[in-house]
């Protein structure tokens, strides 16, 4: 359901109360507003609850890839009046595989409070992207994006350095051959898009495979929660080709629409991008977000 204001959402949440949103990157200025998460925090304290406001760190080495640094961001975005709490990374329950921050995993209820935008790896970025990425450490968040991870073939390769200079986090060198810091790596397919003959690439079934991660984690999260005790929240503001993981996230690509509400993440993701492309038919990369909704559907 479309709500105009945050403030008409029925929520009847009880106990500790984990609000899991993104609050945005250093300098970003179209993430969630502090304002709506101050009425959310007002209605479920009236309802006799204890919410918090809750993250995790990044994988790569940023601002937000420390709890410090985090928090520092967090502040400095205007969400310093609200109780945070920046997920310990070593303190986890393993589910499937993945490792859930205990900080997420212990509360009673959650509200996935999810900015919608485009995203450059999945075309779309809601409340799966949230669940998922969002809601796991940084040892699983390596694992998700390790199909990303790029492959070399020296005999295409012509020796430019345009790779080297296209990873702004120094992993790739070009002494002899192009050498890749694959330990650290995160997939974000820069240096591919950089190479002008395809040296650099993804193997042929990484998409799907990073998607299939994708997916298993938002299940293995959900999984510690009763689906009564989960509300999802898209917020439909601010609208911009990229997500809040960046500073500058691109043009705003429609009009603000409000607040979406639903009871199945997955169908609630499907919603909110055919009301962006009802605006605006251009904006997101739908080929890629339909590619990830078809593996999606086998786990959500
Ligand atoms: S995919 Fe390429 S550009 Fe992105 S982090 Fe990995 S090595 Fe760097
Ligand atoms: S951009 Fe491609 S061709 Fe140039 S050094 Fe890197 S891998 Fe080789």
């Given at each position: 359901?479309?709500?105009?204001?945050?403030?008409?959402?029925?929520?009847?949440?009880?106990?500790?109360?984990?609000?899991?949103?993104?609050?945005?990157?250093?300098?970003?200025?179209?993430?969630?507003?502090?304002?709506?998460?101050?009425?959310?925090?007002?209605?479920?304290?009236?309802?006799?609850?204890?919410?918090?406001?809750?993250?995790?760190?990044?994988?790569?080495?940023?601002?937000?890839?420390?709890?410090?640094?985090?928090?520092?961001?967090?502040?400095?975005?205007?969400?310093?009046?609200?109780?945070?709490?920046?997920?310990?990374?070593?303190?986890?329950?393993?589910?499937?595989?993945?490792?859930?921050?205990?900080?997420?995993?212990?509360?009673?209820?959650?509200?996935?409070?999810?900015?919608?935008?485009?995203?450059?790896?999945m075309?779309?970025a809601g409340?799966i992207k949230n669940?998922s990425i969002g809601?796991?450490?940084?040892?699983?968040?390596?694992?998700?994006?390790?199909?990303?991870?790029?492959?070399?073939?020296?005999?295409?390769?012509?020796?430019?350095?345009?790779?080297?200079?296209?990873?702004?986090?120094?992993?790739?060198?070009?002494?002899?051959?192009?050498?890749?810091?694959?330990?650290?790596?995160?997939?974000?397919?820069?240096?591919?898009?950089?190479?002008?003959?395809?040296?650099?690439?993804?193997?042929?079934?990484?998409?799907?495979?990073?998607?299939?991660?994708?997916?298993?984690?938002?299940?293995?999260?959900?999984?510690?929660?009763?689906?009564?005790?989960?509300?999802?929240?898209?917020?439909?503001?601010?609208?911009?080709?990229?997500?809040?993981?960046?500073?500058?996230?691109?043009?705003?690509?429609?009009?603000?629409?409000?607040?979406?509400?639903?009871?199945?993440?997955?169908?609630?993701?499907?919603?909110?991008?055919?009301?962006?492309?009802?605006?605006?038919?251009?904006?997101?990369?739908?080929?890629?977000?339909?590619?990830?909704?078809?593996?999606?559907?086998?786990?959500?």
């Amino acid at each position: 359901m479309l709500y105009k204001n945050i403030g008409e959402i029925p929520i009847n949440l009880k106990g500790r109360v984990a609000i899991k949103l993104h609050m945005g990157d250093r300098g970003n200025k179209t993430h969630i507003s502090p304002k709506d998460v101050s009425v959310l925090i007002e209605k479920i304290r009236a309802k006799g609850g204890d919410p918090y406001l809750v993250d995790t760190i990044t994988l790569y080495p940023r601002e937000r890839s420390t709890r410090e640094g985090y928090l520092m961001v967090a502040r400095e975005n205007g969400f310093g009046d609200f109780p945070i709490v920046i997920a310990r990374d070593d303190v986890f329950v393993e589910k499937d595989g993945f490792r859930i921050p205990k900080d997420i995993a212990d509360a009673d209820s959650l509200i996935v409070l999810s900015h919608a935008t485009g995203h450059v790896l999945m075309g779309f970025a809601g409340a799966i992207k949230n669940l998922s990425i969002g809601c796991v450490n940084k040892y699983s968040k390596r694992r998700i994006h390790e199909p990303m991870r790029p492959l070399y073939d020296e005999g295409l390769c012509k020796k430019c350095g345009v790779c080297a200079e296209a990873c702004k986090y120094g992993y790739i060198k070009l002494n002899d051959k192009v050498e890749i810091n694959l330990k650290d790596c995160h997939g974000c397919r820069r240096c591919v898009r950089s190479c002008p003959t395809g040296a650099i690439h993804i193997g042929k079934k990484a998409l799907e495979n990073n998607f299939e991660l994708f997916s298993e984690s938002a299940k293995a999260v959900l999984s510690l929660f009763k689906p009564e005790n989960v509300i999802y929240i898209n917020v439909l503001k601010n609208i911009t080709e990229l997500c809040d993981c960046v500073k500058d996230s691109g043009d705003i690509v429609c009009r603000d629409m409000g607040y979406l509400t639903g009871k199945n993440p997955l169908k609630l993701d499907m919603e909110t991008p055919e009301l962006i492309r009802k605006q605006n038919p251009d904006t997101l990369d739908f080929k890629t977000w339909n590619l990830f909704v078809n593996i999606a559907k086998k786990h959500l």
